[in-house]
């Protein structure tokens, strides 16, 4: 775990003085135990007033400076366990937008977000724990023996055999009693699985007629989880009885020693009292303790997790200097040969070659899984090729600084997405120049959309844009794409939302522009404005054409315009 | 503060009656025997006056009562702590399984309005919490009522006075504990929020990371979530601080009623102070052990209470579920079977009836004939289905299947004419043989001809049989809709319900599930919701819904010669 030392940094000092300063309390706790045997054995027989009234007097300063103590290591690990997690809550966010989306599949888009959620609170809580209480415990269970030692060698025999059977005890059940809960709670996952299917399944389940099964079906996984938590609970349930009577034996076998000493003439009556008091103290930190361990390893999953993540080497690197002699050539985008295969998965594209020159409207054409969106992933390279080349402008895309390729490229997403932000702020993401903005909203047709809101361009988006209909959010994000101002416009199926006289307007106002625009969709009707049609199937290319010659010599094509055109044609 | 439903928990904890008996004894045997180790200890410490001083007969007689009460204390301990198990667990068993069974008979109307999550939260989260309540409840609070009282009485018979302070000052540290977990609470609060506020922020960034990097946002980004990650840093070292200070102050406050005991106890046992009466060394040691435990079942006792809370709403939440009204009994209800006539007759219905939504609808199928249902989204389409399939009983007028008024016929009967393909697919995480079958005993080479004519038979064998564990996230959209079409097949009912069931398939796979439909529908009544306009042109009858009311009926033809809202909807459809 060397590497999280780098997020204790910034607070070094307080994470230092935190356990030691715990363990200065630790340290005046002990002494306790040997101020109550000088009353017993000095103050009692003496009936010396002074001195139990100084002994009370002292045990209350260490119970003053202990709380002391105590606060200001309570501050500093609060401090250092809270500003740990926020610099490493830091470091992970920056760290996703290195990676490269191949890194992130790999990863896992929701995992991600876990490590730096739960795993990282996780985390804060094991460092808050353990920069408390890691010296602490130990200290006293290990204080206690040396200080029963110092008291009596003979009867501090007894804590030598005590604190290493009680660990025992304690360490072993609490893993058998995890172990078991673990079974068990995989019995309560089954039982929110058959939850959640009898209600989101409610309407099939009664259209066959399955309720009895089902009930049936419950209480038997019920039974077998009672069954499961019973198991876990009757380990757990051994851990204080059997502590119980182990530190009792050791009480009696103590006040055994302490008898025969006492009556040898070796031991006093209020040192059989202190030894007494240390071993009472034991067991409530050993049980503390290995809470402690657990909290701890539990963190040290979540730590092994994150450092994983702050681990990986993002697989992508762009070129440093700008290309400055952008090539006029006619093309603006060309395919060589082009295979991808996302991980370890089939080839989602199949040597694929085509151009699209400037100024065109180029379709791609294809069902789910064909391979349309990985086309347009690799022109800003969102992915990398695993054979062929791609060129923007006439250039190779990996010879471009990442800025310059993507300010080259405007992207409408399949799935629009609006972030929590004013509806402006979508569009523009920071100072708007204004003509620039109301074409973007007249050509993508998003006035509509901002007269319906209240408050126009400054109405907030809500959480998800669920203030927002799906045609909505399309329109948005693609006028967010037209006011990035890039010559080449990539539009992933980005108007499968509108209606038909909103899409026709769109495709109308797109044509105009002088950019080179790439969009895909499953259906020919969404390509009519398209100049030249890719037709793509599991990943191979079967044509690359205008659309008439395509419905001529393109059998693919053929069948996807008779399916959507054959009712029509029908009348 | 919730009050806990008491009584209805109790009806179901009654037939472990047992284990709540063996319970008590058991926390009574253990509290009481612990009590009375320390003042063996007392005891035998007192032997301890000097050398050649030590009465051992009477050590040996002390220390083998300690082994007595210890090993009493222990066994009655882990006999209580098992009969709680077994309490809490088999009651909690019950009251799920109740639960699961009333889901059952509740009406659809209950799970339309409430979101899914809630209800799973209810048989599981809340029940789990009454759980954790009992047991808390029956391992801490009867043992800390006994503890607390079984304490004071032997501390008074010791020393009056030393009672009276220890009295009278613990509840120092009750109130500490209490002040600082209430102001501590509003800053939990506050960081649970603003850590909900960043969690959302960072999935919306991560997942919908292709615009922030598309647009070069990245470090935009970050600033932002520096900023949200401040206000959380401080947040969080506030709660946690303020959190954190309960344990050493009333740590501190026990301390001190420690020393005032060690004063007091001192000054008496040393004969200075005489109100109390004078104690020995050993009573002194007993006294201060008590001291030292005392808060112990107080706080015990507060964290049960909490906990109960906790519980309270929970459990409420159980048994108002358990008492939702049931969907009216069928139990003496006519079998309903036949070829297929469906008749509606003066139908009105609405969700809400404050709303109207289908007025006076009247309609007659033949046996095998195909009716399309056509419309403007939320215009009635599923809720005619609602009606046909007995989900919703009619509000007034009859849904008539095969001469019998369905309210007259049992529920199963009804569902067993009925066929049904929806929109959301629906797949359970098992076997594919339990998704096609739902658990009803066929052939294997029944399923597989089904499949195949279902043309799912592809799928399945590249999944890997039949027997290969399936769920939602491992199958596409096409795929799920076969299966469950395979499903229908299999049940091979007179008729059927098919409702957008192809809306969510793409374009190609739409083809392959079209030919399994045809297939499927040959012959039977159908009632089909869908978009796909060669599948309505085919329909025997049209019925074009608007607002919950049939505006027009009749055969495409029929209609588009009339023109109106039909041809408006129909052109619209095809541009």
Same mark, same amino acid.
């Given at each position: 775990?060397?590497?999280?030392?780098?997020?204790?940094?910034?607070?070094?000092?307080?994470?230092?003085?935190?356990?030691?300063?715990?363990?200065?309390?630790?340290?005046?706790?002990?002494?306790?135990?040997?101020?109550?045997?000088?009353?017993?054995?000095?103050?009692?027989?003496?009936?010396?007033?002074?001195?139990?009234?100084?002994?009370?007097?002292?045990?209350?300063?260490?119970?003053?400076?202990?709380?002391?103590?105590?606060?200001?290591?309570?501050?500093?690990?609060?401090?250092?366990?809270?500003?740990?997690?926020?610099?490493?809550?830091?470091?992970?966010?920056?760290?996703?937008?290195?990676?490269?989306?191949?890194?992130?599949?790999?990863?896992?888009?929701?995992?991600?977000?876990?490590?730096?959620?739960?795993?990282?609170?996780?985390?804060?809580?094991?460092?808050?724990?353990?920069?408390?209480?890691?010296?602490?415990?130990?200290?006293?269970?290990?204080?206690?023996?040396?200080?029963?030692?110092?008291?009596?060698?003979?009867?501090?025999?007894?804590?030598?055999?005590?604190?290493?059977?009680?660990?025992?005890?304690?360490?072993?059940?609490?893993?058998?009693?995890?172990?078991?809960?673990?079974?068990?709670?995989?019995?309560?996952?089954?039982?929110?699985?058959?939850?959640?299917?009898?209600?989101?399944?409610?309407?099939?389940?009664?259209?066959?007629?399955?309720?009895?099964?089902?009930?049936?079906?419950?209480?038997?996984?019920?039974?077998?989880?009672?069954?499961?938590?019973?198991?876990?609970? %009757?380990?757990?349930?051994?851990?204080?009885?059997?502590?119980?009577?182990?530190?009792?034996?050791?009480?009696?076998?103590?006040?055994?020693?302490?008898?025969?000493?006492?009556?040898?003439?070796?031991?006093?009556?209020?040192?059989?009292?202190?030894?007494?008091?240390?071993?009472?103290?034991?067991?409530?930190?050993?049980?503390?303790?290995?809470?402690?361990?657990?909290?701890?390893?539990?963190?040290?999953?979540?730590?092994?997790?994150?450092?994983?993540?702050?681990?990986?080497?993002?697989?992508?690197?762009?070129?440093?200097?700008?290309?400055?002699?952008?090539?006029?050539?006619?093309?603006?985008?060309?395919?060589?040969?082009?295979?991808?295969?996302?991980?370890?998965?089939?080839?989602?594209?199949?040597?694929?070659?085509?151009?699209?020159?400037?100024?065109?409207?180029?379709?791609?054409?294809?069902?789910?899984?064909?391979?349309?969106?990985?086309?347009?992933?690799?022109?800003?390279?969102?992915?990398?090729?695993?054979?062929?080349?791609?060129?923007?402008?006439?250039?190779?895309?990996?010879?471009?600084?990442?800025?310059?390729?993507?300010?080259?490229?405007?992207?409408?997403?399949?799935?629009?997405?609006?972030?929590?932000?004013?509806?402006?702020?979508?569009?523009?993401?920071?100072?708007?120049?204004?003509?620039?903005?109301?074409?973007?909203?007249?050509?993508?047709?998003?006035?509509?959309?901002?007269?319906?809101?209240?408050?126009?361009?400054?109405?907030?988006?809500? %959480?998800?844009?669920?203030?927002?209909?799906?045609?909505?959010?399309?329109?948005?994000?693609?006028? %967010?794409?037209?006011?990035?101002?890039?010559?080449?416009?990539?539009?992933?199926?980005?108007?499968?939302?509108?209606?038909?006289?909103?899409?026709?307007?769109?495709?109308?106002?797109?044509?105009?522009?002088?950019?080179?625009?790439?969009?895909?969709?499953?259906?020919?009707?969404?390509?009519?404005?398209?100049?030249?049609?890719?037709?793509?199937?599991?990943?191979?290319?079967?044509?690359?054409?205008?659309?008439?010659?395509?419905?001529?010599?393109?059998?693919?094509?053929?069948?996807?315009?008779?399916?959507?055109?054959?009712?029509?044609?029908?009348? | 503060?919730?009050?806990?439903?008491?009584?209805?928990?109790?009806?179901?904890?009654?037939?472990?009656?047992?284990?709540?008996?063996?319970?008590?004894?058991?926390?009574?045997?253990?509290?009481?025997?612990?009590?009375?180790?320390?003042?063996?200890?007392? @005891?035998?410490?007192?032997?301890?006056?000097?050398?050649?001083?030590?009465?051992?007969?009477?050590?040996?007689?002390?220390?083998?009562?300690?082994?007595?009460?210890?090993?009493?204390?222990?066994?009655?301990?882990?006999?209580?702590?098992? !009969?709680?198990?077994?309490?809490?667990?088999?009651?909690?068993?019950?009251?799920?399984?109740?639960?699961?069974?009333?889901?059952?008979?509740?009406?659809?109307?209950?799970?339309?309005?409430?979101?899914?999550?809630?209800?799973?939260?209810?048989?599981?989260?809340?029940?789990?919490?009454?759980?954790?309540?009992?047991?808390?409840?029956?391992?801490?609070?009867?043992?800390?009522?006994?503890?607390?009282?079984?304490?004071?009485?032997?501390?008074?018979?010791?020393?009056?006075?030393?009672?009276?302070?220890?009295?009278?000052?613990?509840?120092?540290?009750?109130?500490?504990?209490?002040?600082?977990?209430?102001?501590?609470?509003?800053?939990?609060?506050?960081?649970?929020?603003?850590?909900?506020?960043?969690?959302?922020?960072?999935?919306?960034?991560?997942?919908?990371?292709?615009?922030?990097?598309?647009?070069?946002?990245?470090?935009?980004?970050?600033?932002?979530? @520096?900023?949200?990650?401040?206000?959380?840093?401080?947040?969080?070292?506030?709660?946690?601080?303020?959190?954190?200070?309960?344990?050493?102050?009333?740590?501190?406050?026990?301390?001190?009623?420690?020393?005032?005991?060690?004063?007091?106890?001192?000054?008496?046992?040393?004969?200075?102070?005489?109100?109390?009466?004078?104690?020995?060394?050993?009573?002194?040691?007993?006294?201060?052990?008590?001291?030292?435990?005392?808060?112990?079942?107080?706080?015990?006792?507060?964290?049960?209470?909490?906990?109960?809370?906790?519980?309270?709403?929970?459990?409420?939440?159980?048994?108002?579920?358990?008492?939702?009204?049931? @969907?009216?009994?069928?139990?003496?209800?006519?079998?309903?079977?036949?070829?297929?006539?469906?008749?509606?007759?003066?139908?009105?219905?609405?969700?809400?009836?404050?709303?109207?939504?289908?007025?006076?609808?009247?309609?007659?199928?033949?046996?095998?004939?195909?009716?399309?249902?056509?419309?403007?989204?939320?215009?009635?389409?599923?809720?005619?289905?609602?009606?046909?399939?007995?989900?919703?009983?009619?509000?007034?007028?009859?849904?008539?299947?095969?001469?019998?008024?369905?309210?007259?016929?049992?529920?199963?009967?009804?569902?067993?004419?009925?066929?049904?393909?929806?929109?959301?697919?629906?797949?359970?995480?098992?076997?594919?043989?339990?998704?096609?079958?739902?658990?009803?005993?066929?052939?294997?080479?029944?399923?597989?001809?089904?499949?195949?004519?279902?043309?799912?038979?592809?799928?399945?064998?590249?999944?890997?049989?039949?027997?290969?564990?399936?769920?939602?996230?491992?199958? !596409?959209?096409?795929?799920?809709?076969?299966?469950?079409?395979?499903?229908?097949?299999?049940?091979?009912?007179?008729?059927?319900?098919?409702?957008?069931?192809?809306?969510?398939?793409?374009?190609?796979? @739409?083809?392959?599930?079209?030919?399994?439909?045809?297939?499927?529908?040959?012959?039977?009544?159908?009632?089909?919701?869908?978009?796909?306009?060669?599948?309505?042109?085919?329909?025997?009858?049209?019925?074009?819904?608007?607002?919950?009311?049939?505006?027009?009926?009749?055969?495409?033809?029929?209609?588009?010669?009339?023109?109106?809202?039909?041809?408006?909807?129909?052109?619209?459809?095809?541009?």
């Amino acid at each position: 775990m060397k590497s999280f030392l780098v997020f204790f940094e910034s607070r070094k000092t307080q994470s230092l003085l935190a356990p030691v300063l715990k363990l200065c309390e630790a340290l005046l706790e002990l002494l306790v135990p040997i101020f109550v045997a000088q009353i017993i054995d000095e103050g009692l027989p003496s009936g010396d007033s002074v001195f139990i009234w100084t002994r009370c007097a002292i045990l209350i300063g260490l119970a003053a400076a202990g709380l002391a103590f105590s606060v200001v290591s309570q501050y500093f690990s609060a401090v250092s366990a809270t500003g740990f997690a926020s610099s490493l809550r830091r470091a992970l966010y920056a760290k996703i937008n290195d990676l490269s989306f191949a890194d992130l599949d790999k990863a896992g888009a929701a995992a991600v977000v876990t490590r730096i959620t739960g795993d990282v609170e996780r985390l804060q809580t094991g460092v808050n724990m353990g920069l408390r209480l890691f010296l602490r415990s130990p200290f006293i269970v290990f204080g206690a023996v040396v200080a029963a030692f110092c008291v009596d060698a003979i009867g501090a025999t007894v804590f030598a055999v005590a604190v290493p059977v009680l660990a025992v005890i304690v360490f072993s059940i609490l893993l058998a009693g995890i172990k078991k809960y673990k079974i068990s709670q995989s019995g309560l996952e089954k039982l929110t699985l058959l939850t959640g299917e009898n209600v989101t399944g409610v309407r099939v389940l009664r259209a066959f007629a399955k309720e009895n099964e089902e009930t049936e079906k419950f209480a038997e996984a019920d039974e077998k989880y009672t069954k499961a938590q019973t198991v876990a609970g %009757r380990i757990s349930a051994l851990m204080n009885p059997l502590t119980y009577v182990v530190i009792n034996f050791a009480i009696i076998t103590l006040l055994y020693i302490g008898g025969i000493e006492v009556d040898s003439g070796d031991l006093s009556k209020g040192q059989v009292v202190a030894l007494y008091n240390y071993l009472s103290q034991i067991l409530v930190e050993l049980i503390k303790f290995a809470n402690l361990i657990i909290t701890v390893s539990r963190a040290g999953a979540s730590g092994k997790r994150i450092k994983e993540l702050l681990d990986v080497k993002p697989s992508q690197s762009f070129a440093e200097n700008e290309i400055i002699s952008d090539s006029d050539s006619e093309i603006a985008v060309r395919f060589e040969n082009v295979s991808l295969s996302y991980g370890d998965g089939a080839k989602a594209l199949d040597g694929i070659s085509f151009e699209v020159k400037r100024g065109e409207i180029f379709g791609i054409l294809g069902g789910t899984g064909s391979g349309k969106s990985s086309v347009l992933n690799l022109i800003p390279r969102f992915y990398d090729a695993t054979e062929g080349k791609i060129f923007v402008d006439g250039n190779d895309v990996n010879l471009y600084p990442k800025k310059q390729l993507r300010d080259k490229v405007a992207v409408v997403m399949q799935k629009p997405f609006l972030l929590s932000d004013t509806v402006k702020n979508n569009i523009c993401f920071g100072e708007a120049d204004e003509t620039r903005l109301a074409e973007a909203i007249e050509v993508s047709q998003s006035a509509d959309v901002i007269a319906s809101k209240k408050d126009g361009l400054d109405e907030e988006v809500r %959480r998800g844009g669920s203030n927002f209909s799906g045609g909505q959010k399309q329109r948005l994000s693609i006028a %967010r794409a037209l006011y990035k101002n890039s010559e080449i416009v990539l539009m992933d199926d980005a108007s499968s939302a509108l209606d038909n006289i909103t899409e026709r307007k769109l495709r109308e106002g797109i044509a105009r522009l002088d950019k080179t625009v790439i969009m895909t969709s499953q259906r020919t009707t969404g390509l009519k404005c398209a100049q030249r049609i890719l037709v793509l199937e599991d990943g191979k290319a079967v044509g690359c054409d205008t659309p008439e010659n395509l419905l001529k010599n393109c059998a693919v094509y053929r069948e996807i315009y008779d399916l959507q055109n054959s009712d029509k044609e029908a009348e | 503060m919730k009050k806990i439903p008491l009584k209805r928990i109790m009806k179901y904890m009654k037939p472990h009656m047992p284990y709540l008996v063996l319970s008590l004894v058991c926390s009574l045997i253990y509290a009481l025997s612990a009590l009375f180790v320390p003042v063996m200890v007392g @005891e035998s410490i007192d032997l301890f006056i000097g050398k050649k001083q030590v009465d051992f007969n009477r050590l040996w007689s002390i220390l083998g009562v300690i082994s007595g009460l210890a090993a009493a204390a222990g066994i009655s301990q882990y006999v209580q702590g098992v !009969s709680n198990n077994r309490l809490a667990f088999m009651t909690i068993m019950d009251i799920r399984n109740a639960v699961i069974d009333k889901l059952q008979k509740l009406p659809l109307a209950y799970f339309d309005a409430k979101p899914s999550g809630e209800i799973v939260n209810s048989v599981v989260a809340d029940a789990e919490s009454l759980s954790d309540g009992i047991v808390l409840a029956f391992t801490q609070f009867f043992t800390g009522i006994v503890t607390i009282a079984g304490t004071l009485v032997l501390m008074f018979v010791y020393n009056p006075l030393i009672a009276l302070i220890v009295v009278g000052l613990t509840p120092m540290s009750l109130f500490a504990a209490k002040y600082f977990s209430s102001r501590t609470h509003a800053k939990f609060a506050l960081q649970a929020k603003l850590r909900a506020d960043e969690t959302s922020f960072i999935e919306e960034t991560v997942y919908n990371n292709k615009t922030v990097k598309a647009y070069g946002r990245e470090r935009a980004m970050e600033e932002k979530f @520096e900023i949200i990650d401040e206000n959380l840093r401080k947040t969080a070292l506030d709660a946690t601080f303020y959190s954190s200070l309960t344990n050493p102050v009333t740590r501190f406050i026990n301390a001190v009623v420690y020393a005032a005991v060690a004063l007091v106890g001192g000054l008496s046992a040393a004969g200075i102070i005489t109100f109390g009466g004078t104690i020995t060394a050993g009573v002194l040691t007993c006294l201060l052990n008590y001291a030292g435990q005392y808060a112990k079942p107080f706080n015990e006792i507060s964290g049960v209470i909490t906990e109960l809370q906790a519980s309270a709403v929970g459990a409420n939440r159980i048994f108002s579920l358990l008492d939702a009204e049931e @969907e009216p009994s069928d139990k003496d209800g006519k079998i309903i079977s036949g070829p297929g006539n469906v008749e509606l007759d003066n139908v009105c219905f609405s969700y809400d009836k404050s709303r109207e939504l289908i007025k006076n609808l009247s309609l007659k199928v033949e046996p095998g004939k195909h009716v399309a249902i056509v419309g403007p989204t939320g215009c009635g389409k599923t809720t005619l289905i609602n009606l046909l399939m007995r989900f919703y009983d009619v509000d007034s007028g009859a849904v008539i299947i095969n001469g019998t008024d369905v309210k007259e016929g049992t529920r199963h009967s009804l569902r067993d004419n009925w066929g049904m393909v929806l929109q959301e697919s629906w797949i359970r995480k098992t076997s594919v043989r339990e998704n096609l079958t739902l658990g009803s005993d066929i052939d294997d080479n029944r399923i597989l001809e089904a499949a195949r004519l279902c043309k799912a038979d592809g799928f399945i064998a590249r999944l890997g049989g039949l027997d290969t564990e399936i769920s939602d996230d491992s199958l !596409s959209q096409g795929e799920r809709q076969l299966l469950c079409i395979t499903r229908v097949m299999l049940s091979n009912p007179g008729m059927l319900i098919l409702d957008e069931a192809t809306s969510a398939v793409d374009v190609r796979t @739409e083809v392959k599930v079209s030919g399994a439909f045809d297939l499927l529908m040959k012959g039977k009544t159908s009632f089909i919701v869908a978009h796909r306009l060669s599948t309505i042109r085919n329909a025997d009858m049209i019925i074009v819904m608007r607002d919950g009311n049939v505006v027009d009926k009749g055969t495409h033809k029929e209609l588009l010669g009339k023109g109106g809202f039909y041809s408006d909807l129909y052109y619209g459809l095809v541009e």
